[in-house]
Structures are given as structure tokens and as C-alpha cells.
């Protein structure tokens, strides 16, 4: 069975720094997707950036990049520059093949990021 | 343009009736679901959708029935609602190729009293 571990329930970050999120997952597959979305509090999820378990290097989409650690099976989202719109519900999630359970992503519990001025 | 649509946005009904919210995308894509996402926010998949094949979860009660009439469309139907289906209901959707990221819709608030 597929699982996300997100160990930091809450985290705070000054304006305009560098913030770290925690990600780690368990799988037997070989083959898999590694995802980032965002819920701010007006609910919507919003999709950040993917890693794939075959890509040799880390994933970045603007201030967003992710550091994938094969071996330590984990996938941390690092923010850059951080801004306070960035305040919202981090959630990682692990697809597993396709032909074993059929796309549906699986979420770790989350981390409320909290953006100070 | 919306991508994925929900209708509605909030809805609010007592123990025991039976509901539906429905779900549209305009992406043209062939695999859609429906997430749960609970009080302490964590979103667990109900169901999956792909080219007229549906994969039932089986933790989920047979009260919830997805429908599909057409590609673009997955809509969720509740019977004998219960206090602890009070949650937010995820509508998404993808291109079902592999590892393919999923367009969420708003997302549902239903709140059963």
C-alpha cells in the first residue's frame, strides 16, 4: 500500500525567505508520481509541480522546486521567496502505476504554511 | 472558462434525505473522481472514472453512486445522508495518461444537520 507522511502539521516563514516542506512516502512500485497542491483557504486545490520516480533531476516551476531523494524516499516542496499570498494547506500525494490503482492520488495529511509580513 | 465545475458550492440538508452534486469539465479529459476531503483536511479518494469504467473504493458505502451520462460529466448521488458525510466533496479530472496531474474542481462543502 501506497502512504505520504507530511510530519510538519504547521510551519511559519518570514517574508521572503526560503521555506522547506516535508515529504515522505512508502511504495513498493517502481514506477510512480510525486505531487505538490495547494489549498488556500478559500478551498480550492491548486496543482504545483510533479516529480516523476524515473526523472533524474529535481522538478522546479518558478518559486516552487522540489528536492527528490530517491533512496530517503522523500519529496520536499521548497518555496523561494517566499510571499504572504503562499499562506495555504501544502498537500503531497503519491500516484501510484496506473495499472494497480488506477490514478487516483493519494495525499499525506497536509502542512499549513503561515507566510509573517 | 472553468475547467472543472461543481454545483453547488454549499449544501446544507438534514439527516436521512438524498442528495446530488454534479460535476462537469470542459478539458477534454478521459479520466475523472471524486475526493472527500474531511474536518481535519485530509482528502481521501472515493472513486475513479475512466472511459465508462468505474473503480468503486470499497471503504466507501454503497449510500454514495456515481453517474456519468458522457464523458464530461461525473456527478455524485447520496442516499439516507448521515451526520459523518459532512465534508467537502472534490470533483477532478485528467487526461488519464500516466502520472498526469488532476484539475480539481471547487470543491463542495456539504453539511448534514
Known amino acids: 500500500a501506497q502512504k505520504i507522511t507530511q510530519t510538519q502539521p504547521g510551519m511559519f516563514v518570514q517574508e521572503k525567505e526560503a521555506v522547506t516542506l516535508d515529504c515522505t512516502y512508502d511504495?513498493?512500485?517502481?514506477?510512480?508520481?510525486l505531487f505538490w497542491y495547494k489549498q488556500p483557504s478559500s478551498g480550492e486545490m491548486i496543482f504545483l509541480i510533479y516529480?516523476?520516480?524515473?526523472?533524474?533531476q529535481n522538478a522546479t516551476e518558478g518559486r516552487y522546486s522540489l528536492n527528490f531523494q530517491k533512496a530517503r524516499k522523500s519529496a520536499n516542496l521548497v518555496i523561494s521567496a517566499s510571499q504572504l499570498g503562499d499562506s495555504a494547506m501544502y498537500f503531497c500525494?503519491?500516484?501510484?502505476?496506473?495499472?494497480?490503482?488506477?490514478?487516483?492520488?493519494?495525499f499525506g495529511k497536509g502542512t499549513k504554511l503561515s507566510v509573517k509580513p | 472558462d472553468t475547467a472543472v465545475s461543481q454545483t453547488p458550492k454549499y449544501l446544507v440538508t438534514q439527516m436521512g434525505n438524498d442528495k446530488s452534486i454534479k460535476c462537469e469539465q470542459n478539458?477534454?479529459?478521459?479520466?475523472m473522481y471524486w475526493y472527500k476531503q474531511d474536518s481535519k483536511k485530509f482528502l481521501k479518494i472515493m472513486f475513479s472514472?475512466?472511459?465508462?469504467?468505474?473503480?468503486i473504493n470499497e471503504t466507501v458505502p454503497n449510500r454514495f453512486s456515481p453517474k456519468s451520462p458522457d464523458k464530461a460529466h461525473l456527478n455524485l448521488h447520496i442516499n439516507s445522508l448521515e451526520l459523518g458525510d459532512s465534508a467537502v466533496y472534490f470533483c477532478?479530472?485528467?487526461?488519464?495518461?500516466?502520472?498526469?496531474?488532476?484539475?480539481f474542481g471547487p470543491g463542495t462543502r456539504l453539511t448534514v444537520t
Open positions: 477532478a479530472s485528467s487526461p488519464g495518461t500516466i502520472f498526469s496531474e488532476q484539475y
Open positions: 511504495t513498493s512500485d517502481q514506477s510512480y508520481g
Open positions: 516529480q516523476g520516480s524515473y526523472d533524474e
Open positions: 500525494a503519491i500516484h501510484p502505476r496506473r495499472g494497480g490503482s488506477q490514478g487516483n492520488l493519494i
Open positions: 478539458l477534454g479529459h478521459d479520466t
Open positions: 472514472y475512466n472511459n465508462k469504467e468505474l473503480i
